[in-house]
Each structure stands twice: as C-alpha cells, then as structure tokens.
C-alpha cells in the first residue's frame, strides 16, 4: 500500500498527543486489565468501571486505529499491543505509560524554549531538577520506579539475556534502583555476589527484590550518590544511567569509577547508543526526553568513546543486543 500524502503523514504525527493520552487513559482506568479474560462491549467496560458509555465507546473505538484493540461480534478484545498495557502481562508498559503522562506530559510543553535557550523543561516546570522533585515524594519514586521496571522487564531483560559477563566474584550496579535488573543477573551467576549503590529512598526496596528472587545471601543495597564516591567492585553495571547526565555529571561518575577500582576493573554501560544514518530508532526518541526532562542525552559511539577515555578509562568497544540496547564495554586501564 502506497504511504498516505505528507499532508496526512503530518497530521497523524501531529495527533501524537492524543494518542499517547488515549493510552494513558485506558490504561489509568484499567481498561485492558478488564479485557484480559476475553471480548467485552463497551457498555459493559463502561458498567464494570462506572464510566460514561457514550465516552468509553469512543475510546474504545479510537483504540482499534492504533491496534490496541479489535472489535468483532463478542465486542473489544485485546492484541498482542494492548496486552502490554495489562498491569500483570509480561513485558507491560502500564506503568511506564502512567509515568511519562503523570510526570513528562505537562513539562513538554515548554519544549520550544527548551530549545531556544537550552534550558531544561522539567527544571522550568518543577521549579527544580527533575530527579530532586521525584525524590520529594514517596509515591512518585513508586511510580518511578515501576517504570522501570517495565523497562527492565520488557527491554533490558533482553538485552542482559544473552551477555556474558564471565564469572566476576562481585558485580555491582550503580543506579541500579530496586535491584530487579542485578538480580536478573545474578540469577545466571550462581557464584557472583552484588551490589546496587542508589539514594537511600530507591535503595530500600533491594532487600525485598533479593528475597523475591532467593538472593538474600549474594544481593544487597547500598545506600550512597555514584557523583560523590563508588564501591571498588570487578564489575560495573549500569543500565540507561550515563543518558540521564550531561557530559560533566557522566564524567563525574565515570572519573569515581577509574578511582575505586583496581586495574582491570569491567565496566558495563547498556545504553541507547544513536546509530549513524536517518534510520528511525529508540535512541532519537528517547533523547527528545533527556532533553526535555534531564541534562542527559543520548550519544553515538563517538562521543562514547570521548566520555570515557576522558576519564582515564580504556574505551573497548560496543556490543549489539537484540534490543535497542547495546552494551558499551571499557575498563580501568
């Protein structure tokens, strides 16, 4: 099929923000946890969730557009696409949809003079730094963190899946929140203990991922800022970490990394490394965020590469993942 004219082609991407609302709308009002069990009308939707019908059915119906839904004799059932806005299904993104469009949506807005003087959106909105003003509030970190967890469990765990990382006797993961992803790890390294240094009030919930994994013994929190010291440790894992700081916060940790370890020390960074070309791909979009949201951004191989030999640590290269993920390797020289 012919691609429609570029008039149309803009006025669909133009519609984004309603798309990305109707997904949050559904999935706030729980809509694809009801559809879970098999086909539901709308009238019945909206009975079981005290909604307008009128409404849900335009919803509902918009749904389809996007193929979130399908519609059939039975009424709506979910696909494969609005399974992952389900709270239980594997690989879901509910939580990352409630995230972005609780805390990303209304910062966006100031984009364009983001743009034209370089300074943060989030930090204008928020009246401070975005990662200072989710720490203020407990359920906010929550909500955060289950974010990333839908990240962990819908991309990283792909992407940790088929990485060797040897045999190290300690791994620890900096900015490694609740733990889930270095548990994941260590689930495959039977003789490897680790650590995950995060801010006391992300740290906490450690205790209860190592438990729910049976890694009492080998996975525990420590409580501590990666920009003022790290642990020394064989191996660093960090997991879309470097993209949420500028060049000078990255080199701070980076440079912390080079002073605690021993020679020979293993860093592994899982990164949104931007591909070359004007290919479409996770990392552009993701750094429309950063650059909205944090002092981040997402970088190429190239200034990778400058990021850590700056910091006196010997670039090896990047892996590909099956993900969008790759893994940028490098060591203490």
Do not use: C
């Not at 620890?172 to 889930?180: N, S």
């Not at 039977?190 to 190592?210: F, I, N, Q, Y």
């Amino acid at each position: 099929m012919d691609a429609p004219p570029p008039p149309i082609q803009m006025v669909q991407l133009l519609a984004g923000f309603q798309v990305s609302q109707a997904l949050y709308a559904a999935a706030k009002l729980g809509i694809p946890d009801l559809l879970a069990d098999g086909p539901q009308t709308a009238a019945q939707v909206a009975h079981a969730r005290q909604l307008n019908e009128a409404s849900t059915a335009r919803l509902m119906r918009s749904l389809t557009g996007f193929g979130v839904l399908a519609s059939d004799g039975d009424g709506y059932r979910l696909t494969p696409l609005g399974d992952t806005l389900r709270s239980d299904a594997p690989g879901s993104m509910r939580n990352l949809a409630l995230m972005w469009m609780e805390t990303h949506y209304l910062p966006f807005a100031g984009l364009t003079d983001t743009v034209r003087t370089g300074n943060v959106a989030a930090t204008e909105h928020y009246g401070m730094p975005f990662f200072a003003w989710l720490s203020g509030d407990h359920d906010r970190v929550a909500q955060f963190s289950g974010a990333m967890a839908n990240l962990t469990d819908g991309i990283k765990a792909h992407a940790i899946a088929g990485y060797d990382f040897g045999a190290p006797s300690l791994i620890t993961d900096l900015g490694g929140a609740d733990g889930t992803l270095l548990a994941m790890i260590l689930g495959r390294l039977p003789d490897t203990a680790g650590v995950v240094l995060d801010l006391p009030h992300v740290v906490s919930a450690v205790p209860t991922v190592a438990k729910e994994h049976g890694l009492d013994d080998r996975l525990t929190g420590q409580p501590g800022d990666f920009f003022e010291a790290v642990p020394p440790s064989e191996v660093y894992v960090m997991s879309m970490v470097l993209h949420d700081w500028s060049d000078a916060e990255a080199l701070t940790l980076l440079r912390n990394i080079a002073s605690a370890a021993e020679p020979g020390a293993q860093i592994r960074a899982f990164e949104l490394v931007v591909p070359p070309g004007d290919a479409p791909h996770m990392s552009k979009m993701v750094d429309l965020t950063m650059l909205a949201i944090t002092t981040g951004r997402e970088r190429d191989e190239t200034e990778l590469r400058e990021l850590f030999t700056a910091a006196g640590l010997v670039f090896d290269g990047i892996v590909a993942t099956p993900t969008p993920l790759s893994v940028v390797e490098a060591h203490v020289a």
